[in-house]
């Protein structure tokens, strides 16, 4: 499945990319698609089966890419 994972800064994001790359996780740092919001206008697009890099503080949202749209599987307000 791919996914893409927002965020608070853009130093988050890189960090989020680097934890990607040592899962062995296609992952790429980009701008957030104009229908999902964002603090700081990077985001990660990454392909995960299961295990997730770990979420820090800088971690926005994350959602998966499906034919219909976005689906929100984490946000962080909703903690």
């Keep these: ?37 964002s603090s700081c206008g990077t985001c990660v697009r990454f392909a995960a089966e299961g295990e997730f890099p770990e979420k820090n503080e800088e971690v926005e949202q994350i959602v998966r890419i499906e034919d219909s749209g976005y689906v929100c599987i984490y946000h962080a307000d909703e903690e």
């Design 1 to 37: 499945m791919t996914y893409i994972a927002t965020f608070y800064s853009h130093y988050g994001a890189i960090q989020f990319r680097k934890n990607c790359e040592k899962m062995h996780l296609e992952a790429l740092v980009m701008p957030v698609p104009r229908n999902l919001s």
